[in-house]
């Protein structure tokens, strides 16, 4: 049984060989010195640790809630509290695009409400086609009866696929 997660199939769709290298072969990429720049990763563990603590599991979401939220994100005040923040070690630039990020998503949610947050950073696994797929819902809500999985995007992403069939054909 293989094992395959979002982001390696984000890889294998994006470069083969990066995959390649990455998934079959084992060899990893260096590490950023954060010393000199916060990576991307981290960027985006901060923006899901700071979603994870606006949102309430089991909460009903409506276009009023968000725009308290977003009162509360764009008051100075309210980022003196995260702890989170440390991970960006005093980068004023990293600092001011999550907080960019953070009224994106909100934003966005705004224009999505209401809707119902269930939980977030949830791990999920399915079988298909002798392949495990897995990987960590970073936010699962429902909205008009559906079921959602959202994965939060801190990079560049254009990669849209209607079906199954599309990611592999």
Same mark, same amino acid.
């Given at each position: 049984?293989?094992? $395959?997660?979002? /982001?390696? $199939?984000? @890889?294998?769709?994006?470069?083969?060989?990066?995959? %390649?290298? #990455?998934?079959?072969?084992?060899? #990893?990429?260096?590490? +950023?010195?954060?010393?000199?720049?916060? /990576?991307?990763? @981290?960027?985006?563990?901060?923006?899901?640790?700071?979603?994870?603590?606006?949102?309430?599991?089991?909460?009903?979401?409506?276009?009023?809630? +968000?725009?308290?939220?977003?009162?509360?994100?764009?008051?100075? @005040?309210?980022?003196? =509290?995260?702890?989170?923040?440390?991970?960006?070690? =005093?980068?004023?630039?990293?600092?001011?695009?999550?907080?960019? %990020?953070?009224?994106?998503?909100?934003?966005?949610?705004?224009?999505?409400?209401?809707?119902?947050? +269930?939980?977030?950073?949830?791990?999920?696994?399915?079988?298909f086609g002798g392949v495990r797929l897995y990987g960590i819902a970073d936010r699962i809500d429902i909205k008009g009866g559906v079921v959602r999985m959202i994965d939060y995007k801190t990079?560049?992403?254009? $990669?849209?696929?209607?079906?199954?069939?599309?990611?592999?054909?």
């Open positions: 049984l293989q094992v $395959l997660s979002p /982001s390696a $199939l984000t @890889t294998y769709l994006r470069c083969p060989k990066q995959f %390649y290298y #990455k998934h079959i072969e084992h060899i #990893k990429q260096p590490d +950023i010195d954060e010393t000199i720049s916060v /990576s991307d990763a @981290t960027l985006g563990d901060v923006l899901h640790m700071i979603m994870q603590h606006l949102y309430a599991p089991n909460t009903n979401i409506t276009a009023s809630t +968000i725009t308290r939220l977003l009162e509360q994100v764009n008051d100075d @005040t309210y980022w003196n =509290g995260i702890e989170h923040l440390q991970l960006l070690k =005093g980068d004023i630039l990293a600092n001011r695009v999550l907080r960019t %990020y953070v009224n994106n998503v909100l934003n966005n949610d705004h224009h999505q409400a209401p809707f119902q947050y +269930i939980a977030s950073e949830k791990p999920l696994h399915a079988n990079g560049h992403t254009d $990669l849209k696929f209607d079906t199954m069939a599309k990611v592999f054909g």
